[in-house]
Structure formats: C-alpha cells, structure tokens
C-alpha cells in the first residue's frame, strides 16, 4: 500500500477532497476529479429514488457541466476494493484510456491506482 503522502501534491488534494465529500456527507463513496486546466470537482454518491450515481460519475458529470474537455486524473475513496467499471469507464469517456483512477480507503491510504482504460 502506498500513504496518501507518497502522492504528488495534486493527486494528494483530489484524494483529500473525495474524503472530505464522502465524510461531510456521510455517503459510501467520496469521489474528485482534476480536468485539463487543473480545476477540481468532488462529489458523493447519489442514490435517490430515481437517480443513482456513484461518487465518480457525479464528480465526472460535474465536470462536464463545467465545461471540462479532459481530466488528469481521478480519485475515489471507499471501502470497495476496486474501482468499478462503470467508474473507470466514465472517467475514460472524457479523460481517455490512460487517465490514472486512484482509489483509496477511508482513512486517505492509497490502495492502488489504475487507468481508466
């Protein structure tokens, strides 16, 4: 396992901010992205009668309603052991197959990073 502190300073504030969301609102999963000019959006889970989202796909989805073309990365901290599909393939739609995904416990430990792809 790698510590959150063995990150760049930037991949470190989209892990912070995923944390932030997911214990602020007390989702399962807290989720950030970083677009091509560096802004991030964080986001958590929503699961509404009808509408049901995971972290990332909120994060991406804000995203795009800022007007991002790209991301850098992405980050989603839960209790899963792996990034779902779903997940990597929405960071994959406006990122590309090489955006890194970095998926992280509660505790801000890094778990492993995968691309989107």
Known sequence: MTESTDLGPEDRK?????????ARNGVPEGAAVRDET???YA???VDLESLRLSALQTAVAM???GGATSLEAAAVVSEA???SHADRAAVRDL???D???LLAGPD???RSTVSAG
């Not at 989209?14 to 997911?22: P, Q």
């Open 95 to 97: 990122g590309g197959p």
């Open 81 to 83: 052991g792996a990034a």
């Open 43 to 45: 986001a958590g889970t």
């Open 63 to 65: 995203a795009v309603a």
């Open 99 to 101: 955006t890194p995904v």
């Open 14 to 22: 989209i892990v912070t901010l995923a944390r932030s969301v997911r």
């Open 108 to 110: 801000g430990t890094l």
């Open 38 to 40: 560096g802004r991030t």
